[in-house]
């Protein structure tokens, strides 16, 4: 696959380049181009969800990947299931939510970390380090999907004190080859230590030390495939309509990921841009004027960005061209009453919904046609959000078995002086 940099075509990489070296160096985003538009859709819909994952990403990677590599690659990563469960009238909700960390960053982080092995393994190193600075859900997705991963290990930053327990006990009680530190001190140090050890050389050139940074081109690979899986399954209903996809959105990785399927060839009506109170997109297509701003709490948290890093990507794909972009994206956002009420209705239609998949269910509902039929996208579990649940609807919620043994288990987690020495001293050690 050849990649271009969002900010320059002259700026290329393929695949597995771009996989271990983050953003482009001229600060841009890795695209595709060209991207690969498939001809026989409805044989791919046709095939099962492995089947369908290695024929894809075989053709996208095939030069620069094994066949049977990415099989087996796919197979381990996508190991859990995604069900397509009818709403009401026409209307579908795709559970992305049922891999080990309980949302849908799982499909990206997992197949992320796999591919981080074999480009480890085919450049003959013995050991790859990622380094993540969290305040609590990306080091939960990144730590389970590098648990046990050979070739490469995982070094998670937060700040002691800070994150929820259950967060904690995600990626603090795994051990192995993930090592998780309470660093003495704010998120902003977390960052700052994670920062300082990428820019010393003495440190990242052993360690082969990469980023999982969200922004990673192997993420929104893995994403294209689940926007398949949704019409797959659609078509086995008999639904043959190209049908709305409503996406709860924060960062853009997930609806950039939808408009790589839909530049692929799988059919689309139309895109739903779902936000929550932090509005920088929703007025960006409303006003023609992109205003970055500081990201507002709400209780969607993980969409709470105020300018989303994956945005530019979608542009690219429309070459800047909004009228263009608007021919197929709805957009609009809920606030926290507004999410609340999305909840309830959900409820009431037998859904028990986290906050998140409630505004993209919230705004699909404002922007849908009569009779058009659609699927919100589901990213995370209800049970991550138990406590909101309990205390606004009264719904007792249970942990999934393995996330309520992860809170029985021993903390694993090393303290960390937040000083720059004190980490490279643990990191190279
Ligand atoms: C990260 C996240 C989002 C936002 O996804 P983007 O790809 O950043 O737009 C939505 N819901 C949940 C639960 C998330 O964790």
Known sequence: MRLVSTRNPKVRSTFLEALAAGPAPDGGLWMPEPIACFRDVPHLLALPWAERNTEILYRLLG????????????AEAFDFPVPLVPLKDRLFVLELFHGPSLAFKDFGARFLARMLAHRTAREGLKLRTVLVATSGDTGAAVAQAFWKVKGVRAVVLYPKGRVSPLQEAQFATLGGNVLAYAVEGSFDDCQRLAKAAFADPAV?????????NSINIARLLAQ????????????????REAPLFSVPSGNFGNLCAGYLARAMGLPVKAFVAACNANRTVPDHLDTGV??????????SNAMDVGDPSNWPRILHLFQGNLDELRATLRWGSLDDAATRRALWELNGLGCTADPHTAVAYGVLEERRGLGEPAVVLATAHPAKFADL????????LALPPALAEAQTLPLQAQPLEAREEALKDVLMG
């Open 63 to 74: 030069e620069e990947v094994d066949r049977a590599d990415l099989e087996a690659l796919a």
């Open 204 to 212: 990242a050139g052993p360690l082969a030390l990469v980023s999982a």
């Open 224 to 239: 294209v495939l689940y926007y398949f899986e949704a019409a797959a399954q659609l078509r086995a209903l008999g639904l």
């Open 290 to 299: 992109y205003t970055p701003r500081p990201s507002l709490a709400t209780l």
């Open 389 to 396: 649940l309990k205390r606004d609807m009264n719904l007792d």
